[in-house]
């Protein structure tokens, strides 16, 4: 059975620190892994990886993928109060496109 | 503005009443999917379909139906037999990006049955 497993499931950080979410998978016929914040509404997209060691940066947010450990890795560095949310990552299977969900790792980012 | 569109955004039903949430994407994407989010857990796939006229049954596909008659539109049917509707559905659409799919999502609709 697929599987997908983020931690820690939540945090509390203080603006400007760095924080580093976890995500491992055990997926057949992996494609790729994808990551979505979610703020108390529609999860919106953040990155999308399939190569191993090649790290995504999108301003303060980074993420990297292990496919021989089967992980990736979401890093924010300078939080402020508005990364605040719900991060969700998925797996991809290559049959029929269908995403494999984590439970989330809810950050709280205090001021 | 091309997009996803769920409506209603929030809708509110009488038990043993089936009730269908509308999902549209002008994003000409060919596949589109409904998922379900409960409070505090991640989302599960409900059904998917990758072209017109043609979907499959995801992970919790009991107590709902789907139709893609056209490429645009992917309604989701709730029917009584699902034993706990009350749940955030979201719709989405896939497009390739060389190398894999990403998956966007609409703003999803919050089904409260009483």
């Known amino acids: 059975e697929d599987k997908v497993v983020q931690s820690p499931l939540s945090l509390v950080v203080h603006e400007g620190d760095t924080v580093t979410l976890n995500c491992s998978y055990e997926?057949?016929?992996?494609?790729?892994l994808l990551w979505y914040k979610q703020e108390k509404k529609a999860p919106t997209f953040l990155f999308m990886l399939?190569?191993?060691?090649i790290e995504k940066k999108s301003g303060r947010l980074s993420s990297i993928l292990d496919k021989k450990e089967l992980f990736s890795i979401l890093n924010i560095t300078a939080t402020q109060t508005g990364d605040s949310a719900v991060y969700l990552c998925?797996?991809?299977?290559?049959?029929?496109?269908?995403?494999?969900f984590g439970g989330g790792t809810r950050v709280l980012v205090k001021p | 503005d091309g997009g996803i569109t769920q409506s209603p955004k929030y809708l509110f039903r009488k038990e043993g009443q089936n009730v269908t949430l509308s999902c549209e994407q002008n994003l000409n994407h060919d596949a589109m999917y409904w998922y379900r989010q409960d409070p505090g857990q991640g989302l599960r796939l409900i059904y998917y379909?990758?072209?017109?006229?043609?979907?499959q049954k995801g992970d919790i596909a009991e107590g709902y139906s789907v139709s893609r008659e056209k490429k645009e539109s992917f309604p989701l049917t709730v029917t009584s037999a699902q034993k706990n509707p009350t749940a955030f559905y979201l719709c989405?659409?896939?497009?390739?990006?060389?190398?894999?799919?990403?998956?966007?999502f609409g703003p999803g609709t919050r089904l409260t049955v009483t």
């Open positions: 379909s990758q072209i017109v006229n043609d979907f």
């Open positions: 997926v057949t016929n992996f494609r790729s």
């Open positions: 399939t190569s191993s060691g």
């Open positions: 998925a797996a991809n299977k290559a049959a029929g496109n269908k995403l494999t």
């Open positions: 989405a659409s896939s497009v390739w990006k060389g190398s894999s799919y990403e998956q966007y």
